[in-house]
């Protein structure tokens, strides 16, 4: 029986996604819940994957193709019989372009990985490929050009190439790389953030030793407790700031147009850096999670992120934002709201410094923290005060654990 292959739903702030990759082919034999192609977003990259056994029909969207929210892709025919990939391969005479293309030598690539590989005079066998079964994708090419430097223009390059080719000027060499999907969403939400906001950020400093002290006294039997999970800074600045949120609901509101929207719980969301841009997964009801669960869900965001792996719902929603900047070494930086939320909180390196304590000079674990804050909804007044609160917690912890 043939079937409509259909994009997912997209959620309202995924305007629609690309063709990533086809992992099967017309007349390819797959398998229930196998991988058939990838669909990428401004957030993630979407698996779709067989509803049956059968055979894939026909594709009707070519990677690369931009398609919309429930948008029929292709066909599938549930319990059909059909190839294997290999035997599935076309010939080099076929002019399908939904079919999967070989080399000379016999390396396996899609129709778009093919193209920019003639584009670009390289050599299949150089390219390090991840698709199934040895397929080179779209992907690989242009991690591959990424990451090895031409130099020499490419002779069909100048035909609109994807990548254009790098310009041998001596020790003066550019290249071109067309910008990541999640890369052109990220630049235009922090531009609408600094355009239709009242940005302001407000700054003060925490010492960090009483954190660490605590950290280091309790790291071990912490880890054998929770089954490996380390017991890390980030978690103690989640469980304050679902404290602070508390008392000033403001900085937890967000606006929806004309209306200030007050919610009445703590989810909030972590900026993790992957190689493709930074993405904020969310902590649902952050005030409830045990410090061990925060870890060990920081942890593995961090993990889905490397991989391509979070899903649209681990990054849908929020009400604040926490980003450390300090693990790349930055001493002090304004983080840019992500709206709707209307405040964030920077975290940055640890350094120490000479401070004045009851009347003598000590050298002291400081850190920068920063709010940047919607003055549109939060007054000056209420963010310094919750920026206080977090100081505070931070450095008496068991205010954290006493809620006070």
């Known amino acids: 029986m043939s079937t409509e292959i259909k994009a997912p739903t997209f959620p309202e702030s995924v305007a629609d996604g690309t063709i990533a990759t086809w992992h099967k082919q017309p007349g390819e034999q797959v398998s229930r819940d196998e991988l058939i192609v990838d669909i990428e977003t401004d957030k993630v990259v979407l698996e779709i994957v067989a509803p049956d056994d059968g055979v894939i029909e026909s594709i009707i969207k070519q990677e690369g193709d931009i398609i919309l929210s429930a948008e029929v892709i292709g066909t599938f025919s549930a319990g059909a019989k059909g190839t294997s990939a290999t ?36 050599t299949p066998q150089s390219i390090t490929a991840s698709g199934k079964d040895g397929r080179v994708t779209k992907e690989d090419v242009l991690n591959h050009l990424s990451s090895v430097p031409k130099t020499t223009p490419a002779p069909a390059a100048a035909k609109a190439a994807p990548i254009a080719p790098v310009v041998d000027l001596g020790t003066r060499a550019e290249k071109r790389v067309p910008m990541t999907r999640l890369r052109a969403s990220i630049a235009r939400r922090l531009l ?152 964030i909180l920077g975290m940055h390196k640890i350094q120490d410094r000479p401070m004045a304590v009851n009347g003598e000079v000590v050298i002291l674990p400081m850190m920068y923290l920063a709010l940047s804050y919607d003055h549109r909804m939060i007054d000056g007044k209420e963010a310094v005060q919750f920026l206080v609160t977090i100081k505070e917690m931070i450095e008496d912890p068991a205010r954290i654990l006493l809620e006070i």
């Open 87 to 122: 035997e599935a391969a076309p010939s080099e005479s076929s002019d399908s372009a939904s079919q999967v293309t070989t080399s000379a030598n016999d390396v396996i690539m899609s129709p778009a990985a093919k193209k920019m590989v003639e584009e670009n005079n390289l």
């Open 192 to 343: 609408d953030a600094s355009q239709n906001t009242a940005m302001l950020t407000t700054f003060n400093e925490v010492n960090m030793k009483p954190l660490m002290d605590l950290r280091k006294q309790y790291k071990e039997i912490f880890e054998k407790t929770h089954n490996g999970t380390k017991l890390g800074f980030m978690s103690l600045f989640v469980k304050a700031s679902a404290e602070a949120l508390k008392r000033f609901p403001a900085v937890n509101a967000s606006i929806d147009g004309s209306e200030m929207v007050y919610h009445g719980y703590q989810d909030i969301g972590v900026a993790v850096s992957s190689e493709k841009g930074l993405v904020v997964p969310v902590l649902r009801d952050a005030d409830t999670m045990s410090l061990a669960t925060i870890e060990s869900s920081i942890r593995g965001f961090g993990g889905k992120a490397r991989d391509g792996k979070l899903t649209i719902e681990e990054m849908t929603g929020g009400t604040f934002t926490i980003s450390n900047g300090g693990v790349f070494g930055s001493l002090m930086s304004t983080p840019i709201l992500n709206p709707p939320q209307t405040a």
